[in-house]
């Protein structure tokens, strides 16, 4: 097996704190490198099992700071680069825009920098994957429509714009430079660990609490949701099988309205908490809807599922189930990322509407 040193960016974070986990264990040759600026969203407490690992290291640091980013890349020699460092949630995107052009578009192209300065056109066995969204593509309308990884971009929020321009910078360092990339895709993720700012886990937390749970509109948003651990399996295919210059679109055929997804979280809540069948739909409560808010969101996964062999292995309600057991067993993790700023941020964002 070669040993190869991978940079992962935003490890700390929702979903890189998978990616990290799954390969520093199936990869004991690797050297995987943590990069993250610990952000609100970032927590070292999602990699403790891993914490000490021979062949992990974590780095804290800001992709907005480009001698930084340098050093880093001469100091590790990086072979490849995983980047889900990211501004993520649309409602901030909305409150403070600029926050998402430093990190996701000015930080994407520092690190494309870094990588094209460092390795000197020396491309052979090197690889720059970055880890993007649907929300890129906009909103579909028709039911029988799906994303596909040709569909035009048509970004709608600061966040999906963001992402965009960052593709379009990652394609670009591709055609211009030669720089060896690949991207991916990807439809709503939920699992242990997601900061509870984003639907599955502020209902869950808003339910456990006895506290409204709060609709944007009347909650008929239609989303393709993924288990995390389903979309870690699918990096790890990309960034090993991908062909270099391709984009995957990665998702879990698995479309929900926003209340139903609701509904389905407040019977599974009532059951494992032991509450009279109907006491969590009494906390639904429907607020001004989010501006500009994309209506359906709807992947179409066949390239990855062909070229790669990859489908989606967790069924929604197992992985809710799983999910909510989590967030119940870890009540302290919750109580500390809830606290402080994000009671400030939730005032802002919900309790004025
Ligand atoms: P997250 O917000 O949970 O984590 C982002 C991580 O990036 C955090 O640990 C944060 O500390 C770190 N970070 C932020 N700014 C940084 C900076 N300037 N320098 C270094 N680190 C910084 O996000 P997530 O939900 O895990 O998403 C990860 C990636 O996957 C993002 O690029 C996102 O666009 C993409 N994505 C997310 C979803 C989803 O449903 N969550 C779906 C598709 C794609």
New binding site residues.
Partial sequence: MENKTILI????????SHVVRLFVKKYPHYHIVN?????Y???LENLKDIEGMPNYTFVK????DANFLHALFQKYAFDGVIH??????VDRSILNPIDFV???VV?TVNLLNAARHVWKEDYERKRFYH????EVYGSLENTNEFFTENTPYDPRSPYSAS?ASSDHFVRAYHNTYGLPVVLS?????YGPN??PE?LIPLCILNIKNKRPIPIYGKGENIRDWLYVVD?ARAIDLVYHQGKTGETYNIGGHNEWKNIDVVRLICRLMDQKLGRPEGSAEQLITFVKDRAGHDLRYAIDASKIQKELGWTPSVRFEEGLSQTIDWYLANEEWLERVSSGAYREYYRIQYENR
């Fill in positions: 960016t935003g490890g700390a974070g929702f979903i890189g990069l993250d600026k610990l952000t969203a970032g927590n640091g800001d992709i907005v889900l460092a990211a501004e993520s949630h430093m990190t996701n930080g880890v993007s969204t649907d992402k895709n990807c439809s709503n993720n997601q900061f984003k979309h």
